[in-house]
């Protein structure tokens, strides 16, 4: 006997972040969204290029994701905060609670409904200072000075000569340039 999906439901329940603005944005974050699309428009909000209703960018994102999207929520987020320097973060982990029901094409079988528990994560990103002994509290990145970057660099990525130049391999560490080998540069 084949069901059919007929729909999908989840609970409604707040946010586990309380006392969220009203002019927050809400970024919800599924499965098969698009990271680009998403980051598109949050940047464009935080930063100013779309002002909100009062003329101002917005001060605070939210951005959610349950079952199979919270890794895709969790990568948004850290695109985000490079993107937008001075963002504090604070993280929350919670259970929410899917409703399904399926249907038979079959006159007279009864429908079926299936309630499953999955993880979800909520996110806070904000430009104001949130308070830091709140568990799940991240402060805000801070950017390393250029000159250490270009001395790591210097060190780690050589200059090729000559005709083998074609073939050597470089590589370049985006979070620690110490971790690079030196000895990959010249392969």
């Known amino acids: 006997m084949q069901m059919y999906r007929v729909s999908r439901t989840e609970d409604s329940s707040c946010y586990p972040i309380p006392g969220l603005p009203p002019d927050t944005l809400h970024m919800r974050v599924k499965e098969g969204s698009k990271i680009r699309n998403l980051l598109r428009f949050a940047t464009a909000r935080m930063q100013g290029e779309v002002e909100d209703g009062k003329g101002s960018s917005l001060r605070q994102v939210v951005f959610t994701g349950s079952g199979r999207g919270v890794t895709k929520t969790i990568t948004c ?10 963002l504090h973060q604070v993280s929350k982990l919670y259970y929410k609670t899917e409703s399904e029901i399926s249907e038979s094409p079959q006159q007279g079988v009864p429908s079926i409904t299936m309630l499953r528990t999955v993880p979800a994560i909520c996110i806070l990103l904000s430009k104001d200072p949130l308070d830091p002994q709140e568990p799940g509290y991240q402060p805000p990145q801070t950017p390393r000075g250029l000159t250490e970057d270009v001395q790591r660099c210097r060190a780690v990525i050589r200059p090729a000569h000559g005709a083998s130049s074609q073939c050597t391999a470089k590589r370049v560490c985006l979070d620690d340039w110490s971790v690079c080998s030196p000895q990959l540069s010249n392969v």
Request: proline letters at 0%.
């Open 77 to 86: 987020v850290e695109i985000l905060k490079r993107r937008v320097e001075g």
